[in-house]
């Protein structure tokens, strides 16, 4: 069975500081890992990544992931109180090559 | 541009009644989900469909039916709806270059 899970569930911080999420996952026929923000309403996609030791970067959020650990880490520098949500990561994989499942998020919020 | 189309926005059922959840997508995308996301957790898959005539179940496909026609519709059906299915409903399609899932607005049920 597909599992993805994701560390850790909740998060408090200040203004300034970095955080560094985790995902580690186990899919059937993995083919790359997908990264999500959700506010209010339906999230919203920040990266995919397929190679291992590659990293994306978007501004302060940059992303990285280990195929032969089967693990991601999401990080965020200089977080601002814009960045509270709930952070997802998803892997694609599945036997059609079409199974998108969605950890169950963490939850980062940042205080002024 | 409308992009993910899901109606209704909201319904209200009673147990055993039965109701189709409408998704439409122009985008073109092979790739279609369903999610639910009850409070506070994050999306569990229902169903998803890596194009017109292939549909697969996810991981919670109990109580849920589909059907994929064509590329542009996946429509969600409740046979017999229970109050465990009370939750806000996502439909989504997928961008298999980019990665990018692109979420329709949500539809909130609530079974009584």
């Known amino acids: 069975e597909d599992k993805v899970v994701q560390s850790p569930l909740s998060l408090v911080v200040h203004e300034g500081d970095t955080v560094t999420l985790n995902c580690s996952y186990e899919?059937?026929?993995?083919?790359?890992l997908l990264w999500y923000k959700q506010e209010k309403k339906a999230p919203t996609f920040l990266f995919m990544l397929?190679?291992?030791?590659i990293e994306k970067k978007s501004g302060r959020l940059s992303s990285i992931l280990d195929k032969k650990e089967l693990f991601s880490i999401l990080n965020i520098t200089a977080t601002q109180t814009g960045d509270s949500a709930v952070y997802l990561c998803?892997?694609?994989?599945?036997?059609?090559?079409?199974?998108?499942?969605f950890g169950q998020g963490t939850i980062l919020t940042v205080h002024p | 541009n409308a992009g993910v189309t899901q109606t209704p926005k909201f319904r209200i059922l009673k147990i055993g009644q039965s109701m189709t959840l409408q998704c439409t997508q122009d985008m073109n995308h092979n790739y279609m989900y369903w999610y639910r996301q009850d409070p506070g957790m994050g999306l569990k898959l229902i169903y998803y469909s890596v194009g017109a005539g292939i549909t697969d179940k996810g991981e919670v496909p109990n109580g849920y039916n589909v059907s994929r026609s064509t590329t542009e519709d996946f429509p969600l059906r409740l046979e017999l709806a229970a109050p465990s299915q009370t939750s806000v409903y996502f439909c989504?399609?997928?961008?298999?270059?980019?990665?990018?899932?692109?979420f329709g607005e949500g539809s909130r049920l609530t079974v009584l």
């Open positions: 899919v059937t026929n993995f083919r790359s």
């Open positions: 397929t190679s291992s030791g």
């Open positions: 998803a892997p694609l994989g599945g036997t059609s090559y079409g199974k998108l499942t």
């Open positions: 989504a399609s997928n961008n298999r270059d980019t990665g990018e899932l692109f």
